[in-house]
């Protein structure tokens, strides 16, 4: 199979419709896709035409629950070893990806964010 994609997210699998869109794009054109996330109480099936890994939380909300979910990810993206990683939001992006792997930026993310974001590099490079 052609070269791997993971998308993580931190709301519900089953509603987020731009995640899907996303996945199913980098599917159609050869990628293997998993789309990481979190279970909720009750999960709805999926049908999708992507590996979904769903990981179980013991916190719900608050710093704990971030804490949790980031080192959940961590562990998650170390054993999937993508060659691109999607951060649908920025409390997904890991700062700890395993070398090797390319960080494309949320599509979400505030023009705010992306310019503070240049600045930041910007001022890395001096």
Do not use: K
């Amino acid at each position: 199979m052609g070269p791997s994609v993971v998308l993580s997210v931190i709301n519900d699998l089953h509603s987020d419709q731009r995640v899907h869109r996303t996945a199913t794009l980098w599917a159609e054109r050869g990628y293997r896709v998993v789309v990481v996330g979190r279970t909720y109480p009750n999960p709805a099936p999926l049908d999708r035409p992507y590996e979904i890994h769903r990981m179980t939380c013991s916190f719900n909300r608050g710093p704990l629950f971030y804490l949790e979910y980031q080192i959940r990810l961590w562990f998650a993206l170390r054993r999937l070893r993508p060659d691109v990683y999607l951060a649908n939001d920025l409390d997904t992006d890991h700062d700890a990806r395993p070398d090797g792997i390319h960080l494309a930026p949320d599509t979400a993310t505030s023009v705010v964010d992306r310019f503070l974001g240049e600045q930041l590099i910007s001022a890395a490079l001096r």
